[in-house]
């Protein structure tokens, strides 16, 4: 049975999406194929690394009827990669292994059997909630937060975005401990009470390659895990247990006693410039803010052992005192490079209270710096 016909672009951009969680290291064989299923509704492929389900649908020709099957998906990848756009590619289910043609071309892949791939199963949990929110704005949030994501599995509950939904307004918190970025979305929803779960770090992270589009997203929460729809895809994600941090209590410990605006691309020049005197051991630097016409923010680096420094000097508009502040020079590069805009605002009162990033553009986002011993 030929399970599909079609040009190697539209084959192609269908399996990528599917197979974006797909590992080739997993223990589980079955885990390295994608499933192709072609029924009178169409084309879907499905990827999953047990805890991610992602289904890519097409419309794509073929024979009519039903078949299942599954693929090594990184084969599969790789034969249509070395085709041109354009080539007509057709996959031939027959006696347990698939023929792919093109052209003049011709490769028999090996199959295993679908009734052993683990499907994400969605029946008997409960419902928490729902709501919609378009592509542009879920993925403004996820560059707004990702990078502060943990990925040390020793602490499950900071490996992920943790999502709150409150009236009409969600929230898209990340950290992992020393650091706090929080976006803001006003959404088009009713009050269906308080919502939230904490996404996986790897979900948000697919899910931000595949949100390349202007339509909604419709977003299920349920008590083990969420489900986002949205275009040809549909994504299931078992969530991280536990309570988050109480990050609004976080935010009322910042220090703004003062605010500074910098140049972000000058700033963040300077700071790429202090790692390189940095080593392994050093991770911070020193802001040092100093009032005149015009005031000053210098910023110095120094590494282990003294033998090498850096020192750079700013002018912004400050009339406040003398403070010195100690912070990770990673960490505030992240909440640089991350961003467009032209001017950063610091917030700050001394070297003892977290400092605070923010954006004009993005009056919601606020994202918190712990201090560091200088």
């Known amino acids: 049975m030929q399970i599909l016909k079609s040009t190697r672009s539209e084959i192609l951009s269908a399996v990528e999406k599917a197979a974006g969680i797909i ?23 499905i990827g999953s690394d047990i805890d991610i389900e992602i289904h890519a649908h097409a419309q794509l020709g073929g024979d009519e009827g039903s078949a299942t099957t599954c693929v090594p998906a990184s084969k ?24 792919m043609k093109a052209g003049r071309s011709k490769f028999t892949l090996q199959t295993m059997d679908a009734r052993d791939f683990p499907m994400f199963r969605q029946d008997g949990a409960t419902m928490m909630g729902s709501f919609e929110i378009s592509q542009p704005a879920l993925a403004s949030l996820i560059d707004q937060t990702h990078y502060a994501m943990s990925d040390n599995l020793t602490q499950p509950h900071y490996c992920g975005m943790f999502v709150e939904l409150t009236a009409s307004r969600l929230s898209a918190v990340a950290s992992d401990g020393r650091r706090l970025a929080v976006g803001r979305e006003v959404l088009a929803t009713t009050d269906n009470g308080l919502q939230e779960a904490i996404i996986p770090r790897k979900t948000v992270l697919e899910l931000r390659k595949l949100l390349d589009g202007d339509g909604p997203v419709q977003v299920t929460l349920k008590n083990n895990h ?35 605006k910098v140049g972000r691309p000058a700033l963040l020049a300077v700071l790429k410039r202090a790692q390189l005197v ?30 090498e420094d850096g020192e750079q000097e700013l002018d912004i508009e400050y009339d406040g005192d003398n403070v010195t502040i100690g912070l990770p020079v990673a960490q505030v590069i992240d909440g640089l490079a991350n961003f467009t805009d032209d001017l950063v605002s610091i917030h700050f009162t001394n070297g003892d209270k ?20 200088i």
Request: proline residues 5%; glycine residues 6%; aromatic residues 8%.
């Open 278 to 307: 940095l080593d392994d051991k050093v991770k911070s630097v020193r802001f040092t803010f100093a009032p005149g016409s015009p005031g000053t923010l210098t910023v110095h680096g120094t590494s282990m052992n003294r033998t």
């Open 76 to 99: 599969l990848l790789s034969l249509l990669k070395s085709m041109s756009a354009d080539q007509v590619v057709t996959l031939t289910l027959d006696q347990g292994k698939v023929l």
């Open 354 to 373: 977290p400092v605070m990033l923010t954006y004009e553009s993005l009056p919601a986002f606020q994202y918190l710096i712990s201090p560091m011993r």
């Open 226 to 260: 969420a489900k986002f729809e949205f275009g040809n895809i549909i994504c299931l994600s078992r969530l991280v247990s536990g309570k988050y941090v109480p990050y609004e209590k976080a935010l009322s410990m910042v220090g703004k006693d003062h605010c500074v």
């Open 23 to 45: 590992s080739g290291k997993s223990t589980m064989p079955i885990l390295t194929n994608v499933m192709i299923r072609n029924t009178a509704e169409g084309h879907e492929f």
